[in-house]
């Protein structure tokens, strides 16, 4: 089994080193705000603790109102394509990743009339495409992901407002890897998504959709996902988890750590290409919380995450579309510190030379296979 945190006296957290996109280090604090006992949803003390956590999650993103659902990401994300299902309108997806295919996905599934607009893997999100395409004023909605987590390419939300903007139609956004990591503003968003486990560092299970404009029940829809429904409720329409809430009120209270985090991957990403690893994501459109990498000949990604694992290190390389495209991933999502940094690269530079790549010098990369 994994042990995830291991608190220590300082509150920092012990090995193994987590790099993981979720679940990510916790900090003990918000360990211990979600060990206290549950109290039910419909007490006093839960309900405002629920309109605190509310205010907060809203000032955080720039948002008029925030829905709290129990289930990761992809719940939102449906309670979102719910909403578009009720307007019947045509929309864009565009995608340059497996999070934007999966929302492509999830239109499908919900019978969204829309056209996919996708780009590879590594680059941007195809802008003038989706210029040209929404001249004709034959689509409504645009619906994409702000850091293709699979990628580590951060979209271009300036772009996506204006494309919005200028051809009135509604943006919907999965800020589910950026919420907590990086700053943004959702003024001129219609519905945005986030979760508590990935950027704000808390446990997984809690999701949110962001919205600007009052939203009203929709019998039509599945209950758990008409968010009208939550928004009219005073606090949560189903049961939700005290101890979740709790945890993510904590993790909120430690406000400098996004930019630590973004501080450590901007020292990281320079000291990994010196060891040889090849970022998908250029520079100028990276996440400097998300580093996708392709490894040096002839270390395959597979089994260089494998051997890290192996020594407390864990890295993102399992997901099967990591595996097809031999890339593994450091994200800085959780409880991370500078030392952190040092500790991995030691790590990363002690396995290569284990699977025989030390030989490869600096950006001989291993390349898609
Ligand atoms: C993690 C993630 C999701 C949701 O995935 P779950 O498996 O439901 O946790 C959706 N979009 C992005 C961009 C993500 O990073």
């Known amino acids: 089994m994994i042990e995830l945190a291991r608190p220590e006296p300082d509150g920092a957290f012990a090995p193994p080193l987590?790099?993981?996109?979720?679940?990510?280090?916790?900090h003990r604090t918000v360990h211990e705000a979600f060990c206290q006992p549950a109290v039910s949803h419909r007490s006093e003390v839960f309900l405002e603790d629920f309109r605190i956590l509310r205010r907060r999650l809203c000032e955080l993103a720039?948002?008029?109102?925030?829905?709290?659902?129990?289930?990761?990401g992809t719940l939102a994300n449906d309670a979102v394509a719910a909403q578009l299902s009720l307007?019947?309108?045509?929309?864009?997806?565009?995608?340059?990743?497996?999070?934007?295919?999966?929302?492509?996905?999830?239109?499908?599934?919900?019978?969204?009339?829309?056209?996919?607009?996708v780009s590879g893997w590594g680059q941007p999100l195809p802008y003038d495409q989706a210029r040209r395409a929404l001249s004709a004023g034959r689509f409504r909605w645009i619906w994409a992901v702000h850091c293709e987590t699979s990628t580590g390419v951060l979209n271009d939300l300036a772009a996506l407002k204006s494309l919005a903007r200028d051809s009135g139609s509604r943006l919907c956004l999965d800020c589910i890897s950026t919420l907590g990591a990086v700053p943004f503003s959702l003024e001129g968003v219609d519905l945005a998504t986030g979760v508590s486990g990935k950027g704000l560092a808390s446990y997984p299970g809690l999701s949110f959709v962001f919205h600007q404009r009052p939203i009203e029940p929709a019998p039509?829809?599945?209950?758990?996902?008409?968010?009208?429904?939550?928004?009219?409720?005073?606090?949560?329409p189903f049961t939700s988890s005290s101890n979740l809430m709790a945890a993510l009120g904590a993790s909120l209270d430690r406000a400098g750590a996004p930019r630590l985090r973004a501080e450590l991957g901007?020292?990281?990403?320079?000291?990994?290409e010196a060891l040889g690893f090849t970022i998908l994501a250029p520079l100028a459109i990276g996440s400097p919380v998300v580093i996708t990498l392709h490894p040096p000949r002839p270390a395959p990604a597979f089994d260089l995450g494998t051997l890290l694992e192996s020594r407390g290190v864990l890295l993102s390389y399992r997901?099967?579309?990591?595996?097809?495209?031999?890339?593994?991933q450091v994200c800085l999502l959780g409880e991370h510190d500078l030392q952190?940094?040092?500790?991995?690269?030691?790590?990363?530079?002690?396995a290569l030379t284990d699977l025989g790549a030390s030989r490869y010098t600096p950006g001989n990369s291993g390349g898609p296979r």
């Open 87 to 117: 307007s019947r309108e045509r929309g864009l997806v565009l995608a340059n990743g497996e999070f934007g295919e999966r929302l492509a996905e999830q239109a499908r599934r919900f019978g969204l009339e829309h056209r996919v607009l």
């Open 62 to 72: 720039g948002a008029q109102q925030v829905q709290l659902l129990l289930g990761s």
């Open 266 to 272: 901007r020292r990281l990403r320079p000291r990994l």
């Open 340 to 350: 952190q940094g040092e500790r991995l690269l030691d790590a990363l530079s002690e």
């Open 220 to 236: 039509a829809l599945p209950r758990y996902l008409d968010l009208g429904l939550y928004a009219h409720s005073p606090a949560t």
């Open 18 to 26: 987590n790099f993981l996109p979720g679940p990510v280090g916790i």
């Open 319 to 328: 997901s099967d579309y990591l595996v097809r495209r031999n890339l593994l």
